[in-house]
């Protein structure tokens, strides 16, 4: 063995590694400066301390102006290089702007051998932008897509629907948009209670877009249709590595989705005991803790609860936790189910049959009085959600314009037997044309009543345009104030 080589690895990596690593710097350094349009260093004190040709020439320098020990600003006032030399952070890559044009310039910072900032090294890569433009064209096109993609995922959780939106001339409904109006503008959680498909959902919408929050997300989750081991990953997230098969990112959840905006939990009486105690906790101090994390991040959301339960029973019953019944119950809102409101039934009708028509690109089409009279037969233990089902359905089962009862008396058994029952009723009982009168009466009183006498406003409640409802009045003799006053002393003087 040669006595001048070392007997052991350590002995290479001490004698051998250095050389070479110096030579291998010192190698790439000049390979840099060559491919590049310009090099510079400066010391501790960002003091120019080097500076090659073509960046003096670059730079417009003439020879004989030694910028030497000069501080590097005084010769390229937007250089970063002090800032390198500050914080020991290279800028791999930036643009510089000098005089009228663009350097496209790497920065690094220069260590001794104990690991100090001695200075730094700065190269020009390009003297002209146009190098970069395929870069530039497709990050462009990158960052436009990203922005259509977030403007999308906001317009997602923007409601489709406002307070207008909750059609219905009976006194509940009316009671509900006053309540709505009331509360919206409020910080404080609402529980909707209501059977399912009275459009919970919607109220919640409305709440949200009359709101200050409306500009923010609505993040609407159900409860019952999350499997019961993901609940609390889904509304509180999931740390970094929480878990095995855990995104390296991690993953927000519902409440922080929401921050700013509103969360609406339907079925709220379906979440599991361990998540309530968890999110009275966010109502108590508006902050989440995402499952594998010891963290707690603050939070600003408004949450709107719903449920086609009785909470207090399963208060009593133990599976839903008193506090949080107590915590959510501050504004509660009580949507009827639609037997309770048939008045309501045909201007629900005329709007569904309106929305119908525009998700299939058809022509919209009509009830027959007759038609009315069977749907305001029907118990509709669906409500809403069922009447839109029976709609569709009946639209095509026909190419009329007009849907006439006997499609309805086919779809329904049960208004069947309630027709016939009409139809063999003693001769002293109301026809059915009397009838089809008394309840187009009633809506149009219950309507002007709601508006102070107001005929533009009522045909909105009513779900028709101003002309029908001047018809209507003039049809069933209602043009007469002082006859209505006669029939109720409630009703006020109609006016436009």
Sequence with gaps: MDAKEPSNNEGWRSEKIPGIHARAVESLFEVFETMCDGAISVDRNARIVWINEKYRSLLGVAEGDDVLGREIESVIPESLMREVVQSGNPIPVDIMRFGKRHFVVSRLPLHDAGGAVIGAVGFVLFDNLDYLKPLIGKFEKLHSKLTSMEAELVAARRTRYSIASIVGVSEAMVEIRRRARKVAPLASPVLLLGETGTGK????????????????????????????????????????????????????????????????????????????????????????????????????????????????????????????????????????????????????????LERIAAAHNTRVRELDSAAVLVLQDHAWPGNIRELRNLLEQACLETDEDVISSEIFLRLLPGARRAGAARHSAPSASPSLPQRLANLEREAIREALRCTKGKKAPAARLLGISRSTLYEKINELNLSDSRSLSDRDPDIPEIHN
Excluded: C, W
């Design 201 to 352: 959902e919607l109220l919640a919408q409305s709440l949200h877009a009359a709101s200050p929050r409306s500009q923010r997300s609505f993040v609407a989750v159900n409860m019952a249709a999350i499997p019961e081991g993901l609940v609390e990953a889904e509304f509180f997230g999931v740390a970094p590595g929480a878990y095995t098969g855990a995104e390296r990112k991690g993953r927000r959840g519902k409440l922080e989705l929401a921050d700013g905006g509103t969360l609406f939990m339907d079925e709220i009486g379906d979440m599991p005991l361990q998540l309530q105690a968890k999110l009275l906790r966010v109502l108590e101090e508006q902050a989440i803790e995402p499952v594998g994390s010891n963290e707690l991040r603050k939070v600003d959301v408004r949450l709107i609860a719903a449920t086609s339960q009785d909470l207090t029973a399963k208060v009593e019953d133990g599976s839903f936790r008193r506090d949080l019944y107590y915590r959510l119950n501050v504004l509660p809102i009580h949507v009827p189910p639609l037997r309770d409101r048939l008045v309501d039934i045909r201007p629900l009708a005329e709007l569904l």
